[in-house]
């Protein structure tokens, strides 16, 4: 049977011993603000390897109101607030968010899917991005020059996304390009073509759009690096190696073609030879909550579940999607539960809000997360329905507060890079 609490109601039920099942951290159960204001980190339920840049996003005091306010009260003051505001505002919600929030959105999608929402509200004086930092980023590029972008936590940036940084990634450019030198060869295909996941900071956007590169999604990878491949030998993609390795191999690009290049290594810690031999230079960034799901899980769904079908996301790692039986973004794993035609089984590699209200939706089917932890994405989680109300009735007060304004220099530049993509179109 279905349950249909919430994440977050399971989690507070766990911690408080009155639920069973477990979670990667009852610190969870606890307001986001307990933590925000310590020194940066990604929250309870964060991997312990990842480790914060230094300089991140920090986010100040919450108003004591909202800290103490019972979820229905808060649920009572965005409505209002959401009310008064009417189409001056649009509030995009990422599928990753939790519930408390997702039943405020006017949009839910993927990052993808909400920048071109922000883009079709230019009539919304503010969009209210319930998502992490580089989402709130690409809204602020695509959106018009008077709308204001406002992301309700700071603190909700993205471990992978800070994977690669744009020093390291202009070092790493210039290693590869003394290598490969810059002409042409005979089809007129430059040496190599960086690729940015959208999962990057504005600045990794950027560098693609001034150096004949471009962005993809988890929907659009394989039709960027077809792209790519007509303009250049090679590819450098980054942050995630998973989505890159795991996209050129359904191409048939041969792994042993996909050296991992480790920034601040010299030559990223590769020879020479490995990298003149490369078709793709993969980036060694990860996504720490599609990193959670292994084989060992799929083989369990098998045997306790015959006929289950198990679909992951291509952020998990190699021999996970390989034993998979299909992979494919947010929207692809929506897509394909709603176009199931028999109750079936379906066991799902991806964040476990989404799979959690995927089984809620689509009671008909028997869908379950293949992590048995509750371990949502912990800077997704740090979007409390607290900090929502305060921006909210901060814009109703007529103050803009926790905007993201990426500089103007660096937004023309990165909107090159996504322009390229929505052009880039399958062969
Ligand atoms: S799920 Fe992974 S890639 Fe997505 S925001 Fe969270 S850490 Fe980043």
Not at 253 to 281: C, F, Q, Y
Not at 288 to 299: A, G, L, P, Y
Not at 322 to 343: K, L, W
């Amino acid at each position: 049977m279905t349950n249909t609490a919430s994440v977050d109601e399971q989690i507070q039920a766990i911690a408080s011993g009155a639920g069973t099942g477990e979670t990667c951290s009852p610190s969870l159960a606890k307001g986001p603000w307990e933590f925000d204001r310590e020194a940066p980190s990604y929250g309870p339920g964060a991997s312990l390897g990842d480790v914060i840049p230094v300089g991140s996003p920090r986010q100040g005091a919450l108003p004591e109101e909202y800290k103490t306010a019972s979820n229905e009260e808060l649920h009572a003051r965005i409505r209002t607030a959401k009310e008064t505001l009417g189409n001056r505002v649009v509030i995009l919600g990422h599928f990753y968010q939790r519930d408390e929030i997702v039943q405020h959105a006017d949009y839910l999608g993927d990052s993808f899917q909400l920048a071109n929402a922000a883009k079709a509200h230019p009539e919304a004086e503010a969009i209210v991005f319930c998502g992490v930092h580089f989402m709130a980023e690409t809204a602020d590029i695509l959106s018009g020059e008077n709308q204001s972008v406002i992301l309700p936590n700071l603190a909700a940036g993205c471990s992978m996304a800070d994977m690669a940084d744009i020093d390291s990634v202009e070092q790493c450019w210039a290693e590869l390009s003394a290598i490969y030198g810059t002409e042409p060869d005979a089809d007129g295909r430059v040496p190599i073509i960086p690729v940015t996941y959208m999962n990057s900071a504005a600045d990794l956007k950027a560098f693609c759009g001034r150096n004949g590169g471009i962005v993809c999604t988890s929907s659009n990878a394989e039709v960027v690096l077809r792209w790519a491949f007509e303009r250049g030998q090679r590819v450098l993609f980054f942050p995630d190696q998973h989505l890159g390795r795991n996209t050129a191999k359904a191409m048939g690009i041969s792994v042993d073609d996909m050296p991992l290049w480790h920034g601040r290594k010299p030559l990223g810690g590769n020879t020479e030879s490995d990298l003149l031999d490369a078709k793709v230079v993969l980036w060694n960034g990860f996504c720490s909550v599609h990193k959670r799901f292994t084989v060992d899980q799929i083989d369990k769904a098998r045997v306790d579940f015959p006929g289950v079908r198990v679909i992951v996301h291509p952020e998990c790692p190699m021999p996970v999607v390989d034993a998979a039986d299909e992979y494919g973004s947010t929207d692809y794993i929506r897509r394909a539960i709603e176009n199931a035609t028999e109750p079936s089984t379906f066991a799902i590699g991806t964040e476990i809000n989404m799979v959690q209200r995927l089984a809620t939706q689509f009671p008909e089917h028997h869908i379950f997360c293949l992590d048995p932890v509750i371990c949502p994405c912990s800077t997704m989680y740090r979007i409390h329905p607290g900090y929502l109300a305060w921006v909210l009735e901060r814009l109703v007060a007529g103050e803009v507060v926790n905007q993201i304004s990426v500089d103007a220099s660096v937004a023309t530049e990165a909107k090159v890079a996504l322009e390229r993509m929505l052009a880039a179109k399958p062969a």
